[in-house]
């Protein structure tokens, strides 16, 4: 009996088996909040002035992720917003820090102090607040 055969054989399918395997890998992509760590906001402004209200921060430690979208609850004197970060799930990434730094703009409809809260990954508020002068 030759013994090369099986090992051909049992060779052969281990590398099948391997290219099986890498090519058909679901990797998953998910959302989440993202940690702003700061805001740049003017003292104040003039009522009916578009206020830019900047974020800083780490989405993520490589390529993977990245920022999606910025989601705001206005009201007349406030807004709450959520940084919204996505990881892609992909094989491999680069390897870069990629950084928050985005804006978000809107108008106050009343003069008065306006509040900012940014919700935070762990349940926590970043808060800030500009003067909206007449």
């Known amino acids: 009996m030759d013994i090369k055969h099986p090992i051909i054989i049992l060779t052969s399918l281990c590398i099948l088996f391997s290219?099986?395997?890498?090519?058909?890998?679901d990797y998953?992509?998910?959302t989440f909040?993202?940690?702003?760590?700061?805001?740049?906001?003017?003292?104040?402004?003039?009522?009916?002035?578009?206020l830019e209200i900047?974020?800083?921060?780490?989405?993520?430690?490589?390529?993977c992720y990245s920022f999606e979208k910025l989601?705001?609850?206005?009201?007349?004197?406030s807004i709450q917003l959520t940084a919204i970060g996505k990881?892609?799930?992909?094989?491999?990434?680069?390897?870069?820090?990629?950084d928050l730094e985005e804006s978000y703009f809107v108008t106050p409809s009343l003069a008065g102090q306006y509040y900012i809260e940014?919700?935070?990954?762990?349940n926590t508020v970043l808060r800030d607040s500009v003067l909206v002068i007449r």
């Open 19 to 25: 290219i099986f395997n890498c090519t058909n890998l």
């Open 33 to 50: 909040i993202i940690p702003v760590d700061s805001l740049v906001i003017p003292d104040s402004i003039v009522l009916n002035d578009t």
């Open 71 to 77: 989601e705001a609850i206005e009201q007349q004197l």
């Open 87 to 98: 990881f892609t799930g992909a094989a491999t990434c680069t390897s870069v820090m990629v």
């Open 28 to 30: 998953e992509s998910y």
């Open 118 to 122: 940014v919700l935070q990954p762990d």
């Open 54 to 63: 900047r974020f800083f921060g780490i989405i993520g430690n490589n390529g």
